[in-house]
C-alpha cells in the first residue's frame, strides 16, 4: 500500500515556474513507477510524465504538451518524486495528481497506476 500527498500548486503569471511534490509513504517507493496527471474542469485526467523505477533504469516519458517545460524526477531516499514546470502556460491550469504503480511500463493510462494522490490545484493567469 502506498499513499501519496501532492503539495506545491499555486497561482503563479503565464511564463513563470512551480515545482510541484509529492511525498509518498512505504518502504518499496523506488520500486514503484510514478507518474503525474492533470485534469481540468470539465475534462478527462490526462498523463503528463512518468518516472520508471530505479531497478528499471529510471527512464522518463512525457506528453507531448510537457516536453522542454517540464521534469520530472525522484528522490528515493526522500520518498519523493518532482514535476519541475517552466514556462508555465494558461492551458497548464489544472488539478495536479501524482500516482505509482507496480508494474514497469511508463504507461501514459491513468486506468494502469495503483494509488493516486489528492491533487494540488495549478493556476496560471495570462
Known amino acids: 500500500q502506498v499513499q501519496l500527498v501532492e503539495s506545491g500548486g499555486g497561482l503563479v503569471q503565464a511564463g513563470e515556474s512551480l515545482r510541484l511534490s509529492c511525498a509518498a509513504s512505504?518502504?518499496?517507493?523506488?520500486?514503484?513507477?510514478l507518474g503525474w496527471f492533470h485534469q481540468a474542469p470539465g475534462k478527462e485526467r490526462e498523463f503528463v510524465a512518468a518516472?520508471?523505477?530505479?531497478?528499471?533504469?529510471?527512464?522518463?516519458r512525457y506528453a507531448d504538451s510537457a516536453k522542454g517545460r517540464f521534469t520530472i524526477s525522484r528522490d528515493n531516499a526522500k520518498n519523493t518524486v518532482y514535476l519541475q514546470m517552466n514556462s508555465l502556460k494558461p492551458e497548464d491550469t489544472a488539478v495536479y495528481y501524482c500516482?505509482?504503480?507496480?508494474?514497469?511500463?511508463?504507461?501514459?493510462?491513468?486506468?494502469?497506476?495503483?494509488?493516486w494522490g489528492q491533487g494540488t490545484q495549478v493556476t496560471v493567469s495570462s
Open positions: 500516482a505509482a504503480k507496480l508494474r514497469f511500463s511508463l504507461s501514459e493510462l491513468v486506468s494502469e497506476y495503483d494509488y
Open positions: 512505504g518502504r518499496t517507493f523506488s520500486t514503484y513507477t
Open positions: 518516472i520508471a523505477s530505479r531497478w528499471s533504469g529510471g527512464g522518463t
